[in-house]
């Protein structure tokens, strides 16, 4: 049997700003959006020449709740998310153009990377293997 991953869920406290920000940054775009489970909201967003492709489904919840655990020591739950690019320089310029502050910035066997947070407490990993 192959297994090929189709989606990552992510609830978010505002699904519409993370949309618009991933596609801002990313060149993606939403794929689908409306009511879902609970009765709260998602978009999906990704890559606009993979229309059948992998993506991320960011989900919104009516009656939302903070969660404060530290992601790298939980049993459970999200870590970050590694978003792959061709040129690093330009994904950085626009995550620091968008507000956001890039860190743990890292050359490494094969490419490069950095990292940053966004206003939900999701960490991404911008990696690019074209150095």
Known sequence: MTATLEHI????????????????????????????I???YSIHVGEPANPGGRYLAIY?????REDKGARNTLTSGLNHLGILVEDIDQAERRVVAAGYKPFSHRDYEPGKRFYFMDENALEFEIISYTV
Request: overall charge negative; aromatic content about 8%.
């Open 38 to 40: 609970e009765d709260g």
């Open 9 to 36: 869920n992510l609830t978010v406290a505002d699904n519409r700003k993370t949309a618009d920000l991933l596609c801002m940054l990313f060149n993606w775009v939403i794929r689908w959006e409306g009511p879902s």
């Open 60 to 64: 919104q919840s009516p009656t939302p």
